[in-house]
Nanobody, 124 residues
Framework: QVQLEESGGGLVQAGGSLRLSCAASGRTFTNYAMGWFRQGPGNEREFVAAISRTGRTTNYSDSVKGRFTVSRDNAKNTVNLQMNSLKPEDTAVYYC?????????????????WGQGTQVTVSS
């Protein structure tokens, strides 16, 4: 019911900022809570951030809290992840995911749709 297309990944120096965007197709975007996950080399997929259907509730992993901000614009069918004060350990492939529910979740098994992923590399 929804197709996700990510953009904004790239190479950035430690301490820098990067903004990821996820564009969703379809007319039912407002029915989905959205999440961001990442997977580094040799690591398990881990939760990064989530935002509720209305955008009024957000949730972050402890590792990114205070540095990353997730937001959405339902009129434009987009969800964004602003990443500040980036660290080398933030290096990973970042995925956007959608879940047909009011609230997001940190469990990737509960998401129904996924973007293709975008590479974020943070150099020292």
């Amino acid at each position: 019911q929804v197709q996700l297309e990510e953009s904004g990944g790239g190479l950035v120096q430690a301490g820098g900022s990067l903004r990821l965007s996820c564009a969703a197709s379809g007319r039912t975007f407002t029915n989905y809570a959205m999440g961001w996950f990442r997977q580094g080399p040799g690591n398990e997929r881990e939760f990064v951030a989530a935002i509720s259907r209305t955008g009024r509730t957000t949730n972050y992993s402890d590792s990114v809290k205070g540095r990353f901000t997730v937001s959405r614009d339902n009129a434009k069918n987009t969800v964004n992840l602003q990443m500040n004060s980036l660290k080398p350990e933030d290096t990973a492939v970042y995925y956007c995911a959608a879940r047909q529910a009011v609230l997001g979740t940190s469990n990737w098994d509960h998401y129904d749709y996924w973007g293709q992923g975008t590479q974020v590399t943070v150099s020292s």
